[in-house]
């Protein structure tokens, strides 16, 4: 039996579905009861829980060969990360209890930076995780290719990709959740020892020059990027609603300086397949 957390988004239900269609029992672990029919329907047992409760996940793990671990996403924490630490409390205690046969856990490109920013709140899990007795592996994806998503409205309505990735010719890491789907059913499966990091991007990095010019060939229109002045973009943020906005701001410039990128960089990475056309005809397609 797996349990996969996050099953009802795109990661998690990637790996869902790569098991499922090759006959292994999963357990989906949502928060919603609302949201388990669909996978009731395909098979899977459900177990509720919150990230944040540890008795429910302990009960979700229980009796599992692995449990995938994907903590939920928090662009705005406060300061200190105490969204994340809850989680990190809960998972761990569940984990002590239950004893899951092995772990994946999605983390991320730059887990092991130094300096604080948004995706401290992964190094903190795998500092954690990697502290109990079951043999953990950490997914560090590199950027989503879906976060184009939130681009699909101005490119198709103004011929703009509005980039924070900086400069646009800067090649970026980038991977499909499909891909990283597909790897985790793999790892899933693993009997590996100790802990270990496997890092994942597609065969060839991406730059917002190259993105803009897959927008134009999918939609039949010319795109370009713009880099958005990263002089703008506290009081971007702060107009958007967000109270801290700093930690994703060194993020976004972890990226744009170098200092996030892979522990064993391009070379040691595992690539991918899915191609970023493949996936922005999706997104496309997913908002006509
Ligand atoms: N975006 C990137 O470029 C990138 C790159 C590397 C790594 N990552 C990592 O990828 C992960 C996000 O993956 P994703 O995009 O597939 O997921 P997502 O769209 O952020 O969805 C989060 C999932 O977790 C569930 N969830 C959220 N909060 C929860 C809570 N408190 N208790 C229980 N379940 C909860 C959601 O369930 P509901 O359906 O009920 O909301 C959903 O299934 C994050 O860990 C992020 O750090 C992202």
Request: charged share 25%; proline share 7%.
């Amino acid at each position: 039996m797996y349990a996969i957390t996050g099953i009802t988004r795109k990661v998690g239900g990637a790996l869902a579905r790569t098991l499922l269609a090759a006959g292994q029992p999963v357990r989906a672990v949502v928060r919603d009861g609302g949201k388990a029919k669909a996978w009731a329907e395909q098979g899977c047992e459900v177990a509720l829980a919150e990230m944040e409760d540890a008795s429910a996940l302990a009960a979700a793990f229980k009796d599992t060969d692995g449990a995938f671990v994907l903590p939920p996403s928090e662009f705005d924490p406060a300061p200190g990360f105490p969204e994340a630490r809850a989680v990190i409390t809960a998972v761990t205690t569940a984990v002590e209890e239950a004893r899951p046969r092995r772990i994946v856990c999605l983390s991320t490109i730059g887990a092991q930076a130094t300096e604080t920013n948004l995706l401290t709140q992964r190094t903190l899990m795998e500092q954690a995780l990697s502290e109990l007795t079951p043999p953990v592996t950490f997914l560090r994806p590199a950027w989503f290719m879906e976060n184009f998503a939130w681009d699909v409205a101005s490119a198709r309505d103004h011929g703009i990709i509005a980039s924070f990735l900086q400069p646009l010719d800067k090649p970026v890491p980038m991977v499909a959740t499909a891909d990283i789907g597909r790897i985790a059913a793999r790892l899933i499966h693993e009997d590996r020892l100790g802990h270990n990091v496997v890092e994942l991007e597609a065969p060839r990095r991406i730059t917002p020059n190259q993105a803009a010019d897959t927008f134009a060939r999918v939609l039949g229109r010319p795109v370009h990027a713009e880099a958005v002045p990263r002089e703008t973009w506290e009081s971007l943020f702060k107009s958007q609603g967000m109270r801290n906005p700093t930690p994703r701001i060194r993020m976004l410039d972890g990226f744009n300086e170098g200092w996030i990128e892979f522990e064993h960089g391009q070379a040691g990475s595992t690539k991918g397949d899915v191609a970023l056309e493949t996936v922005l005809r999706g997104l496309i397609e997913g908002m006509a």
